[in-house]
């Protein structure tokens, strides 16, 4: 197409900042939609190109000389429209069933978009366009996969989740999984980690779901069974006392209030799981028990105290972690502004020297000592004949 040809020569006269191609001429062909956005980093400028593809997108980077012959190629043969955004007009390209190739060309100050595309974007796991059903039932992402800007932060917050996941696993050679999700609720968050690992990592993922609501796991179990989630599975049960006799290769919990999540960290360690990920809440224990006369300051004003009584059970569990041989870290979820809840314990198994766990399991007894404190998950561990 010669006029296309032509086209493409005015739009990149200018600088080009953002191009999308919609709408599949072919409908079996592979991807939904292909973007091209303008970035920056300390080699210069390029181009990178998302694909779209139902369930996943497909990265590369490209030159601005590639650009133009690819947006030609691709309006060619695969799409019939285009949108593009270059620094000094906006283009809607449309080429109708015969051919016949319509323009819409407007004057437009782009220079905000310009910022916008040298900014450093996150890379987001879950992105916008992916159709992701448990997002869409959620009320997170419409039904072409856009987010919805009153969801924006949950987004965040979801992949922020999955990238922390992501980040312990991607080193790992893992073909099979057992993931056990203690107190999972309404279980949003579980479909989404069985998302990730089928449909992104394509590992063979087995979960089963836990939570002492009969109603939910009910829903639950029809849920997993309308997505097709085959090896998704929930059931009614208690973290404390909780029987399972295969091999569990992750735990998480999430918001196990207060004491239940000592006993799901307990159980995961009893089963010599590879992988925790929990996100503790309503830490009540520390706060009834902490005492201290050298250092009533800490306790003398309320909010401080409930604030350094949740800090110190966290401080605990990871180091109680560290002593059964678990590499153990204290990361921020989500942003303080959203919840005071922001703190997520990863831990995988790892050779820990003995020196290092002798030292963390001191200074748990130590702070036990000083504040008056009797840990749950102390206790448990103790009276296994563990610690």
């Known amino acids: ?13 200018s600088k080009v900042i953002k191009i ?7 409908k079996d062909f592979k991807y939904n939609k292909i973007k091209f956005s303008l970035k920056e980093n300390l080699k210069g400028e390029f181009y990178q190109i998302e694909k779209y593809t139902d369930k996943q997108v497909f990265h590369e980077n490209i030159t601005f000389n590639e650009l133009k012959e690819q947006v030609l190629f691709y309006l060619e043969e695969n799409y019939k429209q285009a949108g593009v955004w270059t620094e000094d007009f906006t283009f809607d390209i449309k080429i109708s069933k015969k051919g016949k190739i319509l323009l819409n060309k407007k004057k437009s100050d782009n220079e905000s978009l310009v910022k916008k595309s040298h900014n450093k974007e996150k890379n987001y796991i879950l992105k916008e366009g992916m159709i992701i059903e448990p997002l869409i039932d959620l009320g997170i992402f419409t039904k072409d996969g856009k987010v919805i800007n009153s969801k924006y932060d949950k987004y965040k917050q979801i992949n922020r989740f999955i990238e922390i996941i992501d980040d312990e696993v991607k080193n790992k050679d893992l073909k099979k999984l057992t993931i056990l999700d203690f107190g999972c609720g309404k279980s949003y968050l579980t479909f989404i980690v ?13 979960i089963i779901g836990l939570d002492l609501k009969e109603d939910v796991i009910k829903k639950c179990n029809e849920i997993a069974k309308r997505y097709n989630y085959n090896n998704l599975h929930f059931e009614l049960g208690d973290i404390n006392g909780f029987k399972f006799n295969n091999k569990v290769d992750m735990v998480i919990t999430l918001h196990a209030c207060d004491t239940a999540t000592d006993y799901a960290l307990y159980n995961a360690i009893k089963w010599d799981t590879k992988m925790i990920f929990s ?3 309503c830490q009540h224990e520390f706060n009834k028990q902490i ?4 250092l009533s300051i800490l306790t003398k004003y309320g909010i401080v105290q409930e604030r350094v009584a949740a800090l110190m059970t966290d401080s605990v569990r990871a180091n109680l972690l560290e002593v059964l041989g678990y590499k153990t870290q204290l990361l921020e979820f989500i942003d303080i502004s959203h919840s005071p809840k922001n703190i997520l314990i990863r831990a995988s198994k790892a050779k820990i020297s003995k020196e290092k766990r002798e030292k963390a399991l001191n200074e748990v007894k130590s702070l036990m000592e000083n504040f008056n404190l009797s840990p749950t998950l102390f206790n448990l561990l103790q009276d296994d004949g563990l610690i």
């Open 291 to 294: 005492k201290s006369d050298k």
């Open 194 to 206: 069985y998302y990730y690992f089928t449909k992104i990592k394509n590992i063979d993922v087995k």
């Open 1 to 13: 197409m010669k006029e296309l040809k032509n086209i493409i020569d005015e739009i990149t006269s």
């Open 279 to 281: 996100v503790p809440c």
């Open 20 to 26: 999308v191609l919609s709408n599949k001429k072919n």
